[in-house]
């Protein structure tokens, strides 16, 4: 046999030993994690007390005049298909849209929202998008959006809104 042949089975000999114990590690590993529980989260209730700031995007393509420059605190109570909003204004919680918001939730997410109108004037809805983090974190995505359908479609002001981000930790149960 010629000295390159030899050498080229050589070669592919040990390329094919390594394959071989590269699977075996490889199926050995998969058995190993296939034996062990999969630590997956699991959702709590919704159900408690949360609060939280959001930090309003004053970049977005809203009403740069409706978007507070600093964050504000809000407090979201949840109690099965009851939801109560709170936002902290001059020091105290004041409630938003009383018996107006709604939950919707699903697995480890859920929507607050509410909707509410003066039919000739103005339609307002609030939307908090939140999903668990731990037991006892939820991050939030915040959107408001407010129609003066009583404005001329040219003003500014006829369509504006404001949206943000942040955490609402449980307060209590």
């Known amino acids: 046999m010629n000295l390159r042949v030899l050498a080229k089975t050589l070669i592919l000999c040990a390329a094919l030993s390594v394959s ?3 699977l075996a590690d490889a199926e050995s590993i998969a058995d190993s994690a296939a034996s062990q529980p999969r630590k997956v989260y699991q959702p709590i209730p919704f159900d ?17 005049q409706s978007t507070p420059l600093e964050g504000k605190i809000f407090r979201i109570e949840i109690h099965g298909a009851v939801v109560r909003v709170f936002q902290k204004v001059n020091g105290s919680m004041e409630e938003i849209k009383p018996g107006a918001f709604h939950i919707a939730p699903v697995f480890a997410s859920a929507v607050v929202f509410a909707t509410d109108s ?4 103005w339609v307002e809805t ?15 995505e915040y959107s ?5 359908v009583g404005v001329p479609r040219d003003d500014p002001q006829s369509i504006f809104g404001t949206r943000g981000t ?5 307060v209590t149960q």
Do not use: C, H, M
């Open 118 to 121: 003066d039919p000739d004037n």
């Open 166 to 170: 942040g955490e609402f930790w449980r």
């Open 126 to 140: 609030w939307v908090f998008v939140v999903s668990q983090k731990d037991g006892q974190t939820l991050r939030a």
């Open 144 to 148: 408001r959006l407010v129609n003066n």
């Open 20 to 22: 071989w114990i590269l």
């Open 48 to 64: 408690g007390v949360w609060e939280g700031s959001i930090d309003f995007d004053r970049e977005a393509y809203l009403a740069p």
